[in-house]
């Protein structure tokens, strides 16, 4: 069964780091790409990063430069370093899963398989 467990958030300052992880089971990340995304109360689910089966990454340019998406194929699991955290990153975070030859997308809708999300909040 293809599964996805998020992890590694918490409450943090504003200015901190945190790297979530998400851990794949029941599939290898040789033949899917993975995003992560997030969603605020009130607020449709955004897209954030995704790296492709080979490694590529895409970020969007809200996360560019403080959000770096990494992938350890020997452990199944992709990982969303964290820094410079703002109040306004507070959301729940979530990483998915879609089978994709090429490349990858960080819009939601192209998703398929969710993890149950991790909760980020930032503040002092």
């Known amino acids: 069964q293809l599964q996805l467990v998020e992890s590694g958030g918490g409450l943090v300052q504003p200015g901190g780091s945190l790297r979530l992880s998400c851990a794949a089971s029941?599939?290898?990340?040789?033949?899917?790409?993975i995003g992560w995304f997030r969603q605020a109360p009130g607020k449709e689910r955004e897209g954030l990063s995704c790296v492709s089966r080979t490694g590529q990454t895409l970020n969007r340019d809200a996360v560019k430069g403080r959000f770096t998406i990494s992938k350890d194929a020997a452990k199944n699991t992709v990982y969303l370093q964290m820094k410079s955290l703002k109040p306004e990153d507070t959301a729940v975070y979530y990483c998915?899963?879609?089978?994709?030859?090429?490349?990858?997308?960080?819009?939601?809708?192209?998703?398929?398989?969710w993890g149950q999300g991790t909760q980020v909040a930032v503040s002092s």
């Open positions: 029941g599939f290898t990340l040789d033949s899917y790409a």
């Open positions: 998915a899963a879609e089978r994709r030859s090429v490349g990858c997308t960080t819009y939601p809708g192209a998703y398929n398989k």
